[in-house]
């Protein structure tokens, strides 16, 4: 198997663990371990699954070229978790809940969300697009 398949089998293969890695914690693949404290909307699904293709493709990426920069790096590490903070339920996060409160979440994060959502794919597009264009990995 040629490398190219190989990392597009990796890519996959990531996408679907983190779909179901991110997925039953925040209760959007429905499971008897969690339980949901708001209801979830289409966004969530459309932002759990953006963030896991988009990271599974870099994964890919990363096993493709092996090599890159920080900036990328960040950039993926940064939409990742922005992604996850917008599908996420703001309410069943723990560490959310200690620094700022339930009520305070509710009030100011909850209608952030879907900005948080749309900045984390913008930084995942963005370490995808600098991982592609990597001048020093096409000269190799």
């Known amino acids: 198997m040629e490398k190219k ?8 293969l ?15 693949i429905p499971n008897s371990l ?3 404290m708001i209801p ?20 890919g990426l990363l096993y493709y070229k092996r090599s890159g920069g920080p900036r990328e790096d960040l950039a993926a590490m940064g939409g990742g978790l922005a992604g996850i903070f ?17 009520s305070a979440l509710l009030t100011y994060y909850e209608p952030v969300r879907p900005l948080m959502g749309f900045l984390g794919m913008a930084l995942l597009g ?15």
């Not at 990531?14 to 959007?28: Q, R």
């Not at 963005?126 to 190799?140: I, N």
């Open 86 to 102: 917008a599908f996420g339920c703001p309410i069943c996060n723990a560490l959310l809940v200690s620094l700022i409160g339930s």
């Open 40 to 59: 979830a909307t289409p966004l969530d699904y459309v932002f759990l699954g953006a963030t896991s293709v988009m990271l599974g493709g870099y994964v």
């Open 5 to 12: 398949n190989k990392s597009l089998l990796v890519a996959a």
């Open 14 to 28: 990531t996408s679907m663990l983190l779909f179901i890695v991110f997925g039953i914690p925040t209760d959007l």
């Open 126 to 140: 963005g370490a995808l697009y600098l991982k592609v264009r990597c001048r020093e990995c096409r000269a190799k």
């Open 34 to 36: 969690y339980i949901r």
